[in-house]
């Protein structure tokens, strides 16, 4: 499938969160400019426009802006649990705004189907900070589930080396702030949530620190250099989630204990992290690791540390947007996607996506072909989007069984809304 925006003087590029914004159980797109174009800058969007998969226009919000030089604090959810998302954004309020400094900028909730504001704030924590340090120019906001509620109903916003957790009316939660924040030697770029403890809630791996749903620190550990990636996921104990670190390849417990760490030899630079089950040959999950920073080299270990395989991906732009994808469903062996292209856990290339533009001249990561899982068609797989934060085209690819033009009912879940883009 593929998509286009409409051709007129509204047409936008920007990046691309997905969700419902309707809340009639189908495909709908926001995108963003951002006020700044500065390399290593701050995000701040100035401009918000929301459509349909049909192309139409829903509304837009602000104006100008350039395209973003990273994925940025732009988040669609049904926060309020009102059956339909909200978009969760920093928005700049003025123009002219220094890019090291959030001054201007303030925190909003918008009506999903509308673009009015909900709730807004101006946080003194977001406002006084400044882009200091090598994370400055890492900035997200991740749903999370924090509370006893039986959803998710709060949110993280990642700015810089802080952390800053709130609840669905606006209120700050905890604020966390690691003192590592030299490149190379900093927390993860982007962290990850998950559930370690079993309680419902969430846990926040840095890479260098794991916090509990209160923003308690559980451990602290500066591991080895170049932490770019983590997740949480299960490993040895099929009943257990643990914490993966890329930094020389660290698994971590809940209390700080290594279950395994592979070392800097075997692990140069772990830009990149995705754990799947990718060999349908091996017992448990597996972790793929691009082991040497911006390079297409690609290592896969089993949960008792031996390399399964080692291959040499397609170029993809900066080297990032490598992800676990179910193509065939949940109980076969997930794909590994990069740049376009499909690739099996023992290094065989499967398929290269057809009708992709040519990325763009000029720094690599603005070219970069993002890849967003989705499950939209009626067999048992996971489609993928692909698209070109450049050019107006989407592109959805899926796997060509009998019923897969068959679109189902589209629920938003945490592969959409806590998308794992790098950049």
């Not at 997200?140 to 952390?163: E, N, T, Y």
């Not at 490149?183 to 998950?194: D, K, M, R």
């Not at 009626?378 to 959805?396: Q, S, T």
Request: net charge negative.
């Amino acid at each position: 499938m593929k998509f286009r925006q409409q051709e007129d003087d509204r047409s936008f590029g920007g990046d691309l969160p997905v969700g419902d914004l309707l809340g009639n159980q189908q495909l709908d797109f926001l995108v963003y400019r951002s006020e700044n174009s500065v390399e290593g800058g701050a995000v701040q969007p100035c401009f918000l426009g929301a459509f349909t998969s049909d192309g139409s226009i829903l509304w837009q919000k602000g104006e100008g802006g350039y395209q973003p030089n990273r994925p940025g604090p732009v988040a669609l959810y049904d926060i309020d649990g009102d059956g339909h998302d909200e978009v969760i954004c920093l928005f700049a309020t003025r123009k002219n705004l220094d890019p090291f400094s959030m001054q201007g900028v303030e925190l909003q909730i918008l009506n999903g189907s509308d673009g009015s504001i909900i709730k807004s704030a101006r946080p003194p924590l977001i406002l006084s900070a400044n882009g200091e340090g090598a994370n400055w120019v890492h900035q997200r906001i991740l749903v999370a589930h924090l509370s006893d509620a039986q959803r998710p109903q709060d949110f993280i916003i990642k700015l810089g080396k802080m952390l800053l957790a709130f609840d669905r009316d606006l209120n700050v939660l905890w604020t966390y702030d690691n003192e590592n924040d030299s490149y190379q030697n900093c927390p993860a770029y982007i962290p990850s949530l998950g559930d370690i403890d079993g309680d419902g809630r969430n846990e926040i791996n840095g890479g260098y620190y794991l916090l509990n749903e209160d923003g308690k620190v559980l451990w602290e550990k500066k591991l080895g250099k170049n932490m770019d990636s983590v997740t949480i996921h299960y490993w040895d104990d099929a009943n257990k989630k643990r914490a993966f670190c890329s930094g020389e390849g660290f698994i971590m417990d809940e209390k700080g204990d290594t279950i395994l760490m592979l070392g800097a030899e075997i692990v140069l630079h772990g830009q990149e992290l995705r754990v799947a089950n990718f060999d349908p040959h091996s017992t448990g999950p597996e972790m793929a690791i691009r082991y040497e920073g911006h390079k297409p080299a690609v290592r896969i270990f089993n949960t008792s540390g031996e390399v399964l395989s080692e291959f040499v991906l397609n170029d993809s732009p900066n080297h990032t947007g490598m992800e676990a994808i179910f193509w065939h469903g949940k109980n076969a062996p997930a794909l590994l996607y990069n740049g376009g292209a499909h690739w099996q856990g023992n290094g065989t290339h499967l398929a290269s996506f057809m009708e992709l533009p040519t990325p763009p001249s000029g720094p690599k990561r603005q070219g970069w072909y993002h890849c967003i899982p989705l499950d939209i068609s009626g067999d048992d797989g996971e489609e993928v989007l692909v698209y070109n934060p450049w050019d107006k085209d989407l592109f959805i690819f899926a796997a060509p069984r009998e019923n897969w033009m068959d679109l189902k009912p589209f629920h938003p879940t945490v592969r959409q809304y806590n998308v794992r883009l790098m950049d």
